[in-house]
């Protein structure tokens, strides 16, 4: 049978498509804009006549209808990592949380500790020979699809064909439904003059033909925009946005000097604008990879000159980094932080940064503390972590002792908390 003809019998309406799903089934979806909309608000209009289904995904975008406390017994979500849909169910208790390292969810999937019942995905076009690509999010979800019982794809004409192991044929597919409403876009975080600050140390400590990891925010947004006169740069990260397509189309990311696939731009998934999805549309220089292969330290690392740069809520004078937590509250989760800065600190000439403003609530609460607020999740460890950048300097934490570590922190904190740092590091007998 040809790929088209399979294809038109396996077109189906979302609300047939959901007839596959049955009582305890965990459905996966990608990573953020790969959620596929008209899927999930019919699963969500039909949630009553479901029972114990749950809905895996790391960063949901959009509060559908099944983010409902009152329906959690038929529909439930489980996030592998908070945003602002997920959020306030997380805190309050009645959305599930799966802590792990982003890199090792696809094992997880595969060994069955993550269940992975239903893929439910957007996807492009197919092309002639059968493929479709899951470019906005291959991140766990091409392991969930070798195990799902069920595949289920929304394919939309907006969403980019990308290259890289991120394609699944028709032949994996149970049931497609086509959709073409505009891919959620997501735009840049606002950047402010501490974001500016602290992305001006960041920015004069990377070197022409760095390769470069970049996590989602303001302060690394704010070390991008002030990468545009360098020379050679390179990308190997988790998720692309606009803030790389600007380095891109700067001229500063040429890919040349990697030493790891050379002149090739590689992520797992895509977070950013119409005109991003365009880059991404058959574009030799992009590869789209699962989050096992791109997140991998040991693979990262054989990048010389990887640098990382990703952010943290709370750091301590030990240097372990709450990135995910405001004590026991969750507020993201752990993502790819740890992967990446355990690849820079592997790779040759590789720079690990964690970035964070001296305060908070407007300078009235420090984030440099002498113990992490009771409860926080620890993201980074303290054997683990290197530089640390706040709008007054730049502390390297990695080789150095206890008292050297304090003493560095203390240094980049805001200066009115210094002093109390200070006392609370000599009753620790940290100085």
């Known amino acids: 049978m040809s790929v088209q003809h399979l294809y038109q019998k396996k077109r189906d309406t979302a609300d047939d498509a959901l007839s596959l799903l049955k009582k305890g089934d965990c459905i996966i979806v990608p990573t953020g804009v790969g959620e596929p909309p008209t899927l999930l608000t019919a699963l969500s209009e039909q949630r009553h006549r479901f029972t114990d289904v749950k809905v895996a995904q790391l960063l949901a975008m959009r509060q559908y209808g099944y983010f409902d406390p009152e329906t959690v017994d038929h529909v439930r979500h489980v996030a592998f990592f908070f945003g602002g849909a997920s959020r306030a169910g997380g805190q309050s208790g009645w959305i599930d949380f799966i802590p792990s390292y982003f890199s090792e969810m696809p094992s997880l999937i595969k060994r069955g500790q993550i269940a992975a019942d239903v893929v439910l995905s957007m996807a492009s076009p197919m092309d002639a020979h059968g493929y479709f690509s899951l470019s ?50 997501v735009g840049l975080p606002k950047i402010g003059p501490v974001q500016e600050a602290i992305g001006k140390y960041v920015a004069d ?21 002030q990468l545009t006169a360098k020379h050679d740069l390179g990308i190997h990260t988790e998720m692309i946005g606009d803030g790389i397509l600007t380095l891109i189309e700067s001229g500063a990311v040429t890919n040349r000097k990697k030493t790891y696939l050379p002149g090739k731009t590689v992520a797992t998934f895509a977070l950013g604008s119409k005109k991003l999805h365009q880059f991404m549309e058959r574009n030799p220089a992009l590869e789209i990879h699962p989050v096992d292969f791109t997140n991998d330290p040991y693979l990262a690392a054989q990048n010389d000159k990887l640098v990382a740069i990703n952010a943290t809520l709370q750091i301590d004078l030990l240097g372990q980094c709450g990135s995910e937590s405001l004590g026991c509250v969750p507020y993201s989760g752990t993502g790819g932080q740890v992967d990446f800065v355990r690849a820079a600190n592997r790779s040759r000439g590789g720079k690990a940064f964690i970035v964070l403003p001296s305060t908070a609530k407007d300078d009235t609460i420090t984030r440099i503390v002498p113990t992490l607020t009771p409860g926080t999740h620890v993201t980074t460890g303290k054997n683990d972590i290197n530089y640390v950048v706040t709008e007054f300097g730049v502390a390297q934490l990695r080789g150095k002792s206890v008292k050297q570590r304090a003493q560095e922190l203390i240094a980049i904190a805001h200066p009115a908390f210094r002093a109390e740092l200070t006392e609370a590091a000599r009753q620790m007998h940290l100085l």
């Open 136 to 185: 906005l999010g291959a991140d766990y979800t091409m392991a969930a699809v070798a195990r799902a019982r069920a595949v289920v794809l929304e394919v939309n004409p907006n969403v980019p064909f990308a290259y890289g192991n991120c394609q699944v044929h028709i032949s994996q597919v149970t049931a497609l439904i086509e959709s073409s409403e505009p891919v959620l876009e």
């Open 205 to 225: 400590m990377i070197e022409d033909g760095s390769t470069l990891q970049i996590g989602y925010g303001g302060i690394p947004d704010a070390v991008v925009m």
